[in-house]
T-cell receptor, first 114, second 113 residues
Framework: SQTIHQWPATLVQPVGSPLSLECTVEGTSNPNLYWYRQAAGRGLQLLFY??????ISSEVPQNLSASRPQDRQFILSSKKLLLSDSGFYLC?????????????FGPGTRLTVL | AQSVTQLGSHVSVSEGALVLLRCNYSSSVPPYLFWYVQYPNQGLQLLLKYTSAATLVKGINGFEAEFKKSETSFHLTKPSAHMSDAAEYFC???????????FGAGTRLTVKP
């Protein structure tokens, strides 16, 4: 069966510090991968998605970036965090056979920027 | 562009009462529609999805939703609420020509004893 992991689970970082969040998927090959941010009391905002290694699409201009160095690894990064980057970050994967494929979510990373 | 609107950011029901969470969609092509549930500090879990087959979709935990094209709606219902249903619920839409999924702002369901 497929599983998706995210780490760390929680993170407290000062403004201006760098960020690296990691997401890995097991039990599937060539998944579509997604990064979402969920701010307090708000819905999910799609940040990036990837349909293959090295292929990243950005939805929202910001100080965040994403990379996919391996088929089942998706990394969210920042060189300098802002207060507004605080939130709950969710990684998700889906199959690529059909657009109706379900997105499966990881447990999330709670980021607090102080 | 596709979008969904969830009417009511907070819904409160008594245990045993009907649960109705509203979702309206906007899409220029036939949509695929999803309902997810999120418990505190966890990821999202799929409840059910509509992919152009039966318009009445049954999901996990006794939830179901009906696709109504004429009303552009996909409301989520459950006949009798349990305390364990207290969570946040998200409606989402995608389609055959989209790589991404659009989520609503969410509805927080509270169940009173």
């Amino acid at each position: 069966s497929q599983t998706i992991h995210q780490w760390p689970a929680t993170l407290v970082q000062p403004v201006g510090s760098p960020l690296s969040l990691e997401c890995t998927v097991e039990g599937t090959s060539n998944p579509n991968l997604y990064w979402y941010r969920q701010a307090a009391g708000r819905g999910l905002q799609l940040l990036f998605y990837s349909v293959g290694i090295g292929q990243i699409s950005s939805e929202v201009p910001q100080n965040l970036s994403a990379s996919r160095p391996q088929d089942r690894q998706f990394i969210l990064s920042s060189k300098k965090l802002l207060l507004s980057d605080s939130g709950f970050y969710l990684c998700a994967w889906s199959g690529t056979s059909h657009r109706s494929d379900t997105q499966y979510f990881g447990p999330g990373t709670r980021l607090t920027v102080l | 562009a596709q979008s969904v609107t969830q009417l009511g950011s907070h819904v409160s029901v008594s245990e045993g009462a009907l649960v109705l969470l509203r979702c309206n969609y906007s899409s220029s092509v036939p949509p695929y529609l999803f309902w997810y549930v999120q418990y505190p500090n966890q990821g999202l879990q799929l409840l059910l999805k509509y992919t152009s087959a039966a318009t009445l979709v049954k999901g996990i935990n006794g939830f179901e939703a009906e696709f109504k094209k004429s009303e552009t709606s996909f409301h989520l219902t459950k006949p009798s609420a349990h305390m364990s249903d207290a969570a946040e619920y998200f409606c989402a839409v995608t389609s055959y020509n989209n790589n991404d999924m659009r989520f609503g702002a969410g509805t927080r369901l509270t169940v009173k004893p």
